[in-house]
């Protein structure tokens, strides 16, 4: 993954020894935090749904939904189990209502160990700093959840054939690439993969940090 800074050697190690557990997930803590959270209850999550915080990390939108989610419901994945702990650890009201076990290492969007009756699953400014290859290998593991209603994400995307080429500058300034961090893409290429993957895609108006574009996924069929 060119351009990622994830894949560097000690990466997170350094960081969470610093104290930098919230500053390596992107930055803007407290708003990003909430307008994912705000997201998913206009999507219609309620606290007995069971969420699957994909790309997780030091629970920045964990720690928002573990107090209003029923106990047990939340589980959450990342490439790295030790950011997903710091958060458990520094950011947790109540680090009681999360067991651990539910913080699951996992670099290759397989979700091994999370339970069937995931409802809802979210993926907030994860695939922008992965190729699509991550995004096609996350929608195909997906389809394994038989009562996932619901799963959202977020992507940079570029207008035209000829601007998703280059890097191309998005509506507040970041410059986002085809072939490296932060990646875009067009969106007649995520709808076809969403389509091969067994999704339809509903585009969110939404305004998101950075230019994001939000996608709410549901299995192919499900829309009468």
Not at 40 to 50: E, F, R
Not at 129 to 155: G, I, K, M, N, Q
């Amino acid at each position: 993954m060119s351009g990622n800074p994830y894949a560097v050697p000690d990466f997170y190690a350094t960081a969470i020894a610093a104290g930098r557990h919230r500053d390596i997930v992107g930055g803007r803590w407290e708003e990003t935090g909430r307008i994912a959270f705000a997201l998913l209850k206009d999507a219609g999550v309620m606290p007995h749904h069971h969420l699957l915080d994909i790309g997780a990390g030091a629970l920045r939108l964990g720690c928002k939904l573990v107090p209003y989610l029923d106990a047990g419901h939340y589980w959450a994945t990342d490439a790295s189990r030790a950011i997903l702990l710091a958060g458990h650890r520094m950011e947790l009201a109540q680090p009681e209502r999360l067991d651990p076990a539910q913080l699951i290492e996992d670099a290759d969007f397989a979700f091994p160990g999370v339970p069937q009756s995931i409802t809802h699953a979210i993926a907030f400014a994860v695939f922008p700093h992965l190729t699509c290859d991550h995004l096609e290998r996350a929608l195909t593991s997906l389809r394994r959840f038989p009562h996932l209603e619901r799963f959202l994400f977020t992507v940079f995307l570029a207008p035209d054939a000829q601007a998703a080429g280059g890097p191309y500058r998005q509506p507040d300034g970041v410059v986002t690439h085809a072939a490296r961090a932060p990646f875009h893409l067009l969106e007649a290429q995520l709808h076809e993969m969403a389509a091969r993957c067994g999704w339809q895609l509903e585009r969110s108006g939404a305004m998101l940090p950075r230019g994001q574009v939000l996608f709410l996924a549901e299995a192919a069929g499900i829309r009468g």
